[in-house]
């Protein structure tokens, strides 16, 4: 059978039709990894397979998976439960900074999960041919610090954090952890495990891990591994193994660049002695914060090799590429750190807020009758650059308010991904307005609530198409979709 791919074709469909695999991505030792559409909703999505490569084979006919040999079947089903075991328990988890799955099932004598579509790179990426900047690899850390705080608070081990485990989302910046394979569930009074499967990465795993120790662990031994990862952006190594740190292998300085606040927390986290550490993830958060006030521009932009990140996938998933398949919904306006991305055009009039006027890019603009009292402290700007909550860089037009944030009933702000005209309040983009993609693939008309889509009709400008309802995190929640014709296609109800 070495003839058959070890993976599926593109264009096959799993669950009678539900999903088509448009692309393979990659393969590990224990799965396949896929870029997938929800062939209803023509969304994006990501599909992990499970395949142990050394002991599977796959039928050319059926795509149906076997185990080589029948001594070797018990073991391939613990994994494979093991595997079930990682989708469910990322099912529980709802946190903009972990990778969420949407379904799972067996199929194919083997089993699938069903993730978000994550469009970037990881960690390890970013700093394979030079050390980030200190502050930058702040940002990311502190960021998979919350989602990692998140994991903890549910009784949950992660036990394989490193670079490679962590995919920055392009263009948000957004951190997202993934490959929860080595998941554990623990009991937070006396840290014992329920599971006894575990693998680990070397420098990034702690003494207790690499000794076997599978009974017994804390979230000191996932602080370990985010003092690691930390080092291996700083230093763009990755530390010494746990082992070789016991028998006397010294861990290398960083540069001297590195503040002494950030150096002492780092230190810290990799303490072979893991009752050394800190003990809980919001120590270490407390650490680093008092690094990042050490920094001299707190305003910190997401840094992208761009050329790269348009050629090259992650570990898990890549932007769409050239194959000409339809344009999808796409994942990048469905968590909330992203959509404060979009960018609105008004398509009727909309009274103004007090004291507000508008400013339209292009040079066009509209007044309102407003008093002196309410015009002070506001004024217009023309292309300003902000950047907001998540990091991300837009140019805006319009009025600001006394506090200088982006205040106009009638505001643009222009982004890498697209462009927003409508309601800015506060800063933020609640209101009415139109966002619409740059490379004009979705088209979103109505209200957004805090930069998220509220209310409206969602575009599928390929072939015309819509979606027309509320919205729940920017995905369709509740209404119908239509083809061009208005002819109806589905209903979708909570």
């Given at each position: 059978m070495s003839n058959i791919p070890n993976h599926l074709a593109c264009g096959s469909l799993l669950q009678g039709g539900k999903y088509r695999i448009v692309r393979f991505i990659a393969a590990g030792g224990f799965g396949c990894t896929y870029e997938a559409e929800h062939v209803m909703l023509r969304k994006r999505m990501a599909i992990k397979e499970f395949f142990m490569q050394d002991y599977c084979n796959r039928e050319a006919d059926t795509c149906h998976v076997t185990v080589g040999t029948q001594s070797m079947l018990e073991m391939v089903n613990k994994y494979k439960r093991k595997f079930i075991d990682e989708a469910r328990a990322l099912s529980e988890l709802h946190h903009d900074g972990i990778v969420s799955v949407s379904d799972v099932f067996e199929e194919n004598g083997t089993a699938y999960f069903v993730m978000e579509y994550v469009s970037g790179h990881t960690l390890g990426d970013l700093c394979k041919s030079e050390p980030l900047p200190e502050k930058h690899a702040l940002f990311y850390i502190r960021q998979v610090c919350e989602a990692l705080t998140y994991v903890h608070d549910n009784g949950r081990l992660h036990l394989d954090i490193k670079p490679g485990n962590v995919i920055i989302e392009q263009p948000s910046g957004r951190a997202v952890l993934i490959d929860f394979g080595a998941s554990k569930q623990y009991d937070a009074e006396s840290g014992e495990n329920t599971t006894t499967l575990l693998g680990y990465t070397p420098g990034f795993a702690p003494p207790e891990q690499m000794g076997g120790n599978l009974r017994?662990?804390?979230?000191?031994?996932?602080?370990?591994?985010?003092?690691?990862?930390?080092?291996?952006?700083?230093?763009?190594?990755?530390?010494?193994?746990?082992?070789?740190?016991?028998?006397?292998?010294?861990?290398?300085?960083?540069?001297?660049?590195?503040?002494?606040?950030?150096?002492?927390?780092?230190?810290?986290?990799?303490?072979?002695?893991?009752?050394?550490?800190?003990?809980?993830?919001?120590?270490?958060?407390?650490?680093?914060?008092?690094?990042?006030?050490?920094?001299?521009?707190?305003?910190?932009?997401?840094?992208?090799?761009?050329?790269?990140?348009?050629?090259?996938?992650?570990?898990?998933?890549?932007?769409?590429?050239?194959?000409?398949?339809?344009?999808?919904?796409?994942?990048?306006?469905?968590?909330?750190?992203?959509?404060?991305?979009?960018?609105?055009?008004?398509?009727?009039?909309?009274?103004?807020?007090?004291?507000?006027?508008?400013?339209?890019?292009?040079?066009?603009?509209?007044?309102?009758?407003?008093?002196?009292?309410?015009?002070?402290?506001?004024?217009?700007?023309?292309?300003?650059?902000?950047?907001?909550?998540?990091?991300?860089?837009?140019?805006?037009?319009?009025?600001?308010?006394?506090?200088?944030?982006?205040?106009?009933?009638?505001?643009?702000?222009?982004?890498?991904?697209?462009?927003?005209?409508?309601?800015?309040?506060?800063?933020?983009?609640?209101?009415?307005?139109?966002?619409?993609?740059?490379?004009?693939?979705?088209?979103?008309?109505?209200?957004?609530?805090?930069?998220?889509?509220?209310?409206?009709?969602?575009?599928?400008?390929?072939?015309?198409?819509?979606?027309?309802?509320?919205?729940?995190?920017?995905?369709?929640?509740?209404?119908?979709?239509?083809?061009?014709?208005?002819?109806?296609?589905?209903?979708?109800?909570?």
């Open positions: 017994f662990f804390s979230p000191a031994t996932d602080i370990y591994a985010l003092g690691a990862t930390l080092y291996k952006l700083l230093t763009g190594q990755a530390p010494p193994t746990a082992t070789e740190r016991i028998s006397g292998v010294p861990l290398a300085d960083l540069p001297s660049g590195v503040s002494s606040v950030t150096r002492s927390a780092v230190f810290r986290a990799l303490q072979p002695d893991k009752s050394k550490r800190p003990q809980t993830v919001r120590e270490l958060i407390a650490l680093l914060d008092n690094a990042v006030r050490k920094q001299k521009d707190d305003k910190v932009k997401p840094i992208f090799k761009v050329e790269e990140l348009s050629d090259k996938p992650a570990d898990i998933n890549k932007p769409a590429g050239e194959n000409g398949r339809p344009q999808k919904m796409r994942k990048i306006m469905t968590m909330a750190g992203v959509a404060v991305l979009v960018a609105l055009v008004v398509v009727f009039t909309i009274r103004l807020l007090p004291g507000g006027a508008s400013h339209q890019g292009g040079g066009s603009a509209s007044t309102a009758s407003v008093t002196e009292e309410d015009m002070e402290g506001r004024r217009q700007v023309d292309g300003e650059h902000f950047t907001d909550e998540k990091g991300i860089d837009y140019a805006y037009t319009g009025w600001v308010n006394e506090e200088g944030r982006p205040d106009d009933e009638h505001g643009t702000a222009v982004d890498a991904t697209g462009t927003y005209k409508g309601a800015f309040r506060d800063g933020k983009r609640t209101g009415q307005g139109v966002y619409e993609t740059k490379d004009g693939s979705n088209r979103f008309e109505g209200t957004f609530e805090e930069g998220l889509y509220k209310k409206g009709r969602l575009y599928f400008n390929r072939d015309g198409s819509y979606f027309e309802g509320t919205f729940q995190n920017n995905e369709p929640y509740e209404g119908d979709f239509y083809d061009k014709n208005r002819n109806n296609l589905s209903t979708m109800r909570p």
